[in-house]
């Protein structure tokens, strides 16, 4: 008599779960991957307007934006010139994988992942000459991908 008490408990726990399995799929308030969903389209950088062509604009009375893109193994735009005492925002992304992009000696250092565009803003002070180093391993030639900000 007990073996249809369990049949019956065994057939309730599994509808149970493929409910909340649907319910986390489509009830409300519920969204499976906004959190995960790229800020850009990392293979088609080509098309989008921050990035076809990276760069540095001048954004306001001494404010200036900075496109660039890193991939294997360099960053664009090489070198990077923005001009002394302003405030540079740079927006970076990757157009492969994950690399890092770090203005050595300062502390201008963030991660760069594809689909996303990571954003520094700094301060520039006198004309000065900086290497960027990527610091995240992104493939063979990872040690000798650097590139250049040329502050004048
Ligand atoms: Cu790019 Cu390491």
């Given at each position: 008599?007990?073996?249809?008490?369990?049949?019956?408990?065994?057939?309730?726990?599994?509808?149970?779960?493929?409910?909340?399995?649907?319910?986390?799929?489509?009830g409300p308030g519920v969204a499976m991957v906004?959190?995960?969903?790229?800020?850009?389209?990392?293979?088609?950088?080509?098309?989008?307007?921050?990035?076809?062509e990276p760069r540095v604009e001048q954004v306001?009375?001494?404010?200036?934006?900075?496109?660039?893109?890193?991939?294997?193994?360099g960053f664009q735009p090489d070198p990077i010139?923005?001009?002394?005492?302003?405030?540079?925002?740079?927006?970076?992304?990757?157009?492969?994988?994950?690399?890092?992009?770090?203005?050595?000696?300062?502390?201008?250092?963030?991660?760069?992942?594809?689909?996303?565009?990571?954003?520094?803003?700094?301060?520039?002070?006198?004309?000065?000459?900086?290497?960027?180093?990527?610091?995240?391993?992104?493939?063979?030639?990872?040690?000798?991908?650097?590139?250049?900000?040329?502050?004048?």
């Open positions: 008599a007990y073996e249809k008490l369990w049949l019956a408990a065994s057939v309730l726990l599994i509808l149970f779960l493929l409910g909340s399995v649907t319910y986390g799929a489509v906004s959190d995960s969903e790229p800020a850009i389209d990392a293979g088609a950088l080509d098309e989008d307007d921050r990035f076809s306001g009375e001494n404010e200036y934006a900075a496109y660039v893109v890193a991939r294997q193994f010139v923005v001009p002394a005492n302003s405030t540079v925002t740079f927006y970076v992304t990757s157009a492969d994988v994950i690399h890092g992009f770090e203005v050595a000696g300062t502390n201008a250092n963030t991660m760069v992942v594809p689909g996303e565009v990571s954003e520094i803003t700094v301060e520039t002070d006198g004309p000065a000459e900086y290497g960027i180093v990527c610091n995240e391993y992104c493939g063979a030639a990872h040690h000798a991908m650097e590139g250049k900000l040329e502050v004048v």
